[in-house]
């Protein structure tokens, strides 16, 4: 049996995981989460992670499976995933890989460069300049220490900012010279790549659809549920959209109505950064789209095929 593994990507709510399920069904495969905020268990709504009752349909892997209160990162995504194909390939499963984060697909198909490990204090260190001094003077820092940073990680991107400065102070090497030295641990699978190409309009009236079904869904409980963790502020479940602005709302500073339109906006936002991502990371990746579901899914099982 070849072994195969499916890349499914896409922007935010454009349907990845209901399509994957679909599609899992049809070829009897089994499903692992490719999206840095639905592998904390303590976010489903904001995270629109699948229902339980989805959970259950078919074998999904790596959702809600870490704490909140845990720093997550690519390469220990990476280590787990490589546990989940492991037991599918056992039970000659194809693997169906879904998400919204490019940095964990690039793992795939492009593999995690060997950056040695940056002691704690070190990196206090950073993070505690970054805040400091403000991230426009801390990336005009960046650039300086690392010129091969710019047009490669975005002024607001503040996460990747930090890491590519503790590691260029840290190692004396560059980020992107690291990355140039790796290779993907898959090079004996066949990977096939799709990337679901929502349209803009249809996109924003999901966007907008979804806001308003996690707030019926109490999402503002979630938050609620949250903050009583009083998590670290630089872990990265903080910047799950809608936590901040349900938080500003709980303390009376936005209205109901401007607390969903800044989920709303922050949201497409992030549609369109994925965008970027796709037209710069995955540019050989198939794009598909159908206004139909049931044609949608045709056209995936064609190029899967």
């Not at 699948?50 to 390469?75: E, R």
């Not at 690039?106 to 460069?113: E, F, L, P, V």
């Not at 549920?225 to 670290?232: H, P, Q, R, T």
């Amino acid at each position: 049996m070849t072994k195969k593994i499916i890349l499914i990507a896409g922007p935010t709510a454009s349907g990845k995981s209901n399509i994957a399920l679909r599609i899992a069904k049809k070829i009897k495969g089994e499903i692992i989460n490719a999206d840095s905020m639905q592998v904390y268990k303590e976010f489903s709504i904001l995270s629109s992670r699948p229902t339980k009752k989805d959970l259950k349909i078919q074998k999904h892997h790596l959702y809600g499976c870490v704490s909140v209160k845990k720093h997550f990162s690519t390469g220990k995504w990476l280590t787990l995933v490589k546990t989940s194909i492991k037991k599918c390939i056992k039970k000659k499963k194809i693997l169906i890989l879904v998400g919204g984060t490019g940095l964990y697909f690039n793992a795939i198909t492009k593999g995690i460069s060997k950056i040695p490990n940056i002691e704690p204090e070190y990196r206090k260190k950073t993070r505690d300049l970054q805040k400091k001094i403000g991230q426009k003077k801390f990336y005009d820092a960046l650039i300086k220490l690392d010129p091969l940073v710019k047009n490669k990680i975005e002024f607001f991107d503040t996460q990747r900012s930090i890491r590519a400065f503790e590691i260029k102070k840290y190692t004396k090497k560059s980020i992107f010279k690291w990355h140039e030295s790796t290779k993907s641990e898959f090079l004996d699978f066949k990977i096939q790549k799709v990337f679901i190409n929502t349209p803009r309009e249809e996109l924003l009236k999901r966007i907008s659809k979804r806001t308003e079904k996690m707030f019926k869904e109490k999402c503002i409980l979630e938050v609620k549920n949250f903050l009583k963790l009083n998590v670290e502020p630089t872990l990265s479940a903080n910047k799950i959209i809608g936590v901040e602005e349900i938080k500003k709302y709980l303390l009376g500073i936005l209205t109901l109505e401007e607390t969903k339109n800044l989920i709303h906006i922050k949201t497409r936002q992030y549609a369109k950064r994925q965008f970027t991502w796709s037209r710069g990371h995955m540019s050989a990746w198939k794009k598909v789209y159908s206004e139909n579901s049931n044609d949608l899914i045709k056209k995936i099982l064609k190029v899967i095929s």
